[in-house]
């Protein structure tokens, strides 16, 4: 199985990083919290503390066209909130 993992960079989750040191990820929804632990250590080379998920519904969408109203739905995706040990912290813009 192969699972994807990229950080989110709003602004609730950058307030997340700066209070308390956590980072925020979207998540392949079938990965658990053990293989999201290690694949972000093995990413960014660091110690994981503590892997919280949840899953976010999706939204339902609507729009007017020539047609009519088309409604639909956007897919549901999985968050991971990863707190790293001590001192260490992620950073996603070295690459840049």
């Known amino acids: 199985m192969d699972i994807t993992i990229k950080p989110l960079i709003t602004e609730k989750a950058t307030q997340l990083t700066e209070r308390r040191g956590v980072y925020t990820f979207r998540v392949s929804p079938e990965a658990n919290k053990y293989q999201i632990k290690k694949l972000v250590e093995e990413l960014y080379g660091v110690k994981v503390e503590r892997v919280n998920t949840m899953v976010v519904r999706g939204k339902n969408k609507s729009r007017w066209t020539k047609s009519?109203?088309?409604?639909?739905?956007?897919?549901?995706?999985?968050?991971?909130?990863?707190?790293?040990?001590?001192?260490q912290n992620i950073d996603f813009f070295s690459n840049i």
């Open 68 to 87: 009519g109203l088309l409604r639909g739905k956007t897919n549901e995706w999985k968050k991971a909130v990863i707190k790293v040990a001590g001192d």
